[in-house]
C-alpha cells in the first residue's frame, strides 16, 4: 500500500442463520411449491438443529473469519453478522467470542428479516465512525460457509473508484470442496462467475447524503441491473459443500454427495499449493481425492480388464462411498459403457429405497435386484469418480462391474473412499 494513502473501506454481511420462515429468500423458508414447505415449528428446528449449526459455527469461526483478518490486514474493513436472538445461546456465545477476537467484526441481533448485503442502517452506522466524505467503498456479502481468499480485498481494490460508483464486481473462479469429518475433499477447482461468494457492490454517498447502490439484485443476474465487473484471474473464494446447506433442502430427504460432487465437477483438481497459498487456514485440510486420502480401500491393485463377464467386490462398509476407476494409460471410460451394480441389504421399503437410489441416478432392476448406473464418462482429472449413497437402514454389501457392451475396458485400479453417513 502506498505510503500516505487512505485505505479502501469495505463493509461486508454474514447472515447467520437469522430466523425468517417464509420469507421466500431460502428452499427451507419457501413453501412446499418452491422450496421445503416446512410449517414454523419445523423450520425451526432445522434451522437451530445442532446437526445444522455446529459444522457452520465451526467453519465460519475457526476458518471464514480467521482468513478474513488475514486479508484485511492493510484494509479498512467492517464486517457484520446478523442473527437472531432465537439463535441457541452457545453458538451466541462463539460469535461473541469470535468479536473480541476479531476487532473489525460486529454483532447484529435483529428480530427483522435480512438481506444479504448489509442493510442502509448498518452501513451509516460503519460510515459514521469514519469520515469517508464522499470517496467510494465496497460492500460485499460473505456466507457463512464460505472462504475469501487471503488477496479479496486486494483484488476487489482497484475496482473501488468514482467512476464504478452503481458498479457490481463478481469474482468469478475459486475452489470447492466437499466437507468430510472436518475435512475437505474432492477440492476442485470452479468457474462460477456471478455467484454468491463474495459479489460486492461499489456504493458512496452522494451530494444529498444518500448512499448509492446498497439494493441487492439477485446474484445470478446482477449484470441486468447494474454494469457488472468480471475478475477471474485469480481463485478468490473457497467454497464448501456440507450436507446442511439450504440448496440441499428439498422437503425430503434426498442422497447429498451425488448432487453436491456433480455441482463441483467444474474445471478440474486444484492446484492444493495455490488453495493453501491464498487460504492458510485450510493447509493440510484439502485433498484430491473424493473422501479421506487415507481411508481408500483398494478393490483391485492389479490391473484388471473388464468385459461382459462380470466382476464383483465385496463391500464390508456401511454408508455412502465413492468409486473410482483409473483406466490403464491412454485408455478412458466411454458414455454408457462400463455399469455398476449394487447388491444391497436393506430394512425400508423397496418403493422408498427405489426412489432414493433414483435421486442418485441408479435404477432398481427387476431381473436381480440389484441397483444399477452407468460410471460417469466425465474424467475428474485423476480417474473416473462414481458417489454411491444408500438411504438409512440400507448397506451395500456388493460392488458389481460389467460393460455394456463387448469391447473390453482396461484399468489400472479400482479404489473407493467410504464417507460419513449423514446425519441431517
Known amino acids: 500500500m502506498e505510503s500516505g494513502k487512505p485505505r479502501t473501506l469495505f463493509i461486508g454481511h454474514t447472515r447467520f442463520s437469522v430466523h425468517q420462515h417464509g420469507s421466500g429468500y431460502f428452499n427451507a423458508t419457501r413453501d412446499a411449491d418452491a422450496g421445503a414447505g416446512f410449517t414454523e415449528d419445523e423450520y425451526t428446528s432445522w434451522l437451530y438443529s445442532e446437526t445444522r449449526l455446529a459444522p457452520r459455527t465451526e467453519i465460519f469461526t475457526t476458518l471464514s473469519l480467521p482468513q478474513l483478518a488475514l486479508a484485511a490486514r492493510d484494509h479498512d474493513v467492517v464486517h457484520f453478522v446478523s442473527y437472531s436472538p432465537s439463535l441457541p445461546a452457545h453458538h451466541q456465545q462463539a460469535l461473541k467470542e469470535a ?93 462460477y462467475p456471478k455467484s454468491a461468494f463474495g459479489p460486492m457492490a461499489i456504493a458512496a454517498v452522494d451530494q444529498d447524503g444518500e448512499i448509492e447502490n446498497l439494493s441487492a439484485p439477485k446474484h445470478t443476474v446482477m449484470d441486468k441491473f447494474n454494469p457488472t465487473i468480471l475478475d477471474s484471474r485469480e481463485p478468490a473464494y473457497f467454497h464448501i459443500r456440507h450436507e446442511s446447506q439450504d440448496s440441499t433442502v428439498k422437503g425430503s430427504i434426498a442422497p447429498f454427495y451425488p448432487e453436491a460432487m456433480s455441482r463441483i465437477l467444474g474445471e478440474g483438481p486444484a492446484d492444493l499449493t495455490q488453495a493453501a497459498e491464498l487460504f492458510p487456514v485450510l493447509d493440510g485440510l484439502a485433498a484430491h481425492e ?48 462400463v455399469q455398476v451394480r449394487l447388491t444391497v441389504t436393506e430394512t425400508s421399503e423397496d418403493e422408498e429405497t427405489s426412489k432414493f437410489f433414483a435421486q442418485g441416478r441408479f435404477r432398481h432392476s427387476e431381473r436381480d435386484g440389484t441397483y444399477w448406473t452407468y460410471m460417469p464418462h466425465k474424467t475428474s482429472g485423476f480417474g473416473h ?23 473390453q ?7 473407493a473412499y467410504p464417507l460419513p453417513a449423514r446425519r441431517v
Request: charged share 25%; hydrophobic share 35%.
Open 99 to 191: 468479536a473480541q477476537k476479531h476487532p473489525f467484526l460486529r454483532l447484529n441481533e435483529t428480530t427483522k428479516p435480512v438481506n444479504s448485503t448489509p442493510s442502509r442502517k448498518l452501513v451509516e452506522q460503519a460510515l459514521a465512525e469514519r469520515d469517508l466524505g464522499s470517496r467510494p467503498f465496497g460492500v460485499y456479502r460473505l456466507d457463512d460457509d464460505d472462504l475469501l481468499s487471503v488477496r479479496y480485498f486486494d483484488q476487489m481494490a482497484p475496482y473501488v473508484t468514482p467512476r464504478h460508483v452503481g458498479w457490481w464486481v463478481s469474482l468469478g473462479t475459486g475452489f470447492s470442496a466437499i466437507r468430510v469429518d472436518g475435512k475437505y475433499a474432492y477440492t476442485r477447482e470452479l468457474y
Open 290 to 337: 473424493p473422501g479421506a486420502p487415507e481411508s481408500g480401500v483398494t478393490l483391485s491393485a492389479a490391473p484388471l480388464s473388464l468385459s461382459r463377464e462380470a466382476v464383483t467386490f465385496d463391500w464390508p462398509h456401511e454408508g455412502p462411498l465413492s468409486l473410482v476407476l483409473i483406466p490403464a494409460e491412454g485408455g478412458r471410460v466411454n458414455s454408457n459403457q
Open 385 to 407: 469418480v462414481l458417489p454411491i449413497e444408500p438411504p438409512k437402514g440400507v448397506s451395500v454389501s456388493k460392488i458389481t462391474l460389467i460393460t455394456s457392451r463387448k469391447d
Open 409 to 415: 475396458v482396461d484399468l489400472d485400479s479400482v479404489t
